[in-house]
C-alpha cells in the first residue's frame, strides 16, 4: 500500500471512531468537514431523517476566496454560518471528519463561530 492510501485510510477510521459519539440532531445539526487537495466542503446534517440541511463548498461562484487554503476555509464557514441562520440554526455540533484540528479545519470552524454558529 502507498503512503498516501495509508494517510487515507488511518483517516477513515479515526472517522468512523468520532462518528460513535458524534450524532447530529434537528435542533443542533452536524457540521460535516470535508477537504480534498483543491475544495473545502462542509454541511449541515440531520442525522435523524439523514438529510444535508445546509451546505457551502468552495466551488460556490459567489464565494471569492478559491482553493483548499485557511482563506478559503474561512469563507466557506462563515457561508455556511449565514445559510444555517436564514434556516433558523443557531447550534451545531463540529465533526472534524478525522482529520487534525489544525489548518484548514480550525479556520473553517473559526469561520462557522465568527458567523454565528455555536458549538
Not at 480534498?36 to 445546509?54: E, F, M, P, R, Y
Request: charged share 30%.
Amino acid at each position: 500500500m502507498s503512503r498516501v492510501n495509508l494517510r487515507e485510510l488511518g483517516r477513515e477510521r479515526r472517522h468512523v471512531r468520532l462518528r460513535k459519539k458524534i450524532f447530529g440532531t434537528a435542533e443542533r445539526p452536524r457540521l460535516s468537514v470535508y477537504k480534498s487537495c483543491k475544495h473545502v466542503h462542509a454541511q449541515l446534517i440531520d442525522d435523524n431523517l439523514g438529510q444535508t440541511l445546509v451546505y457551502a463548498t468552495t466551488l460556490h461562484k459567489e464565494l471569492k476566496a478559491k482553493g483548499a487554503n485557511t482563506k478559503a476555509a474561512k469563507a466557506v464557514g462563515k457561508m455556511i454560518a449565514q445559510k444555517a441562520s436564514a434556516k433558523g440554526i443557531q447550534k451545531a455540533v463540529f465533526d472534524r471528519g478525522g482529520y487534525p484540528y489544525h489548518g484548514v479545519v480550525k479556520a473553517l470552524a473559526d469561520g462557522a463561530r465568527e458567523g454565528g454558529l455555536t458549538f
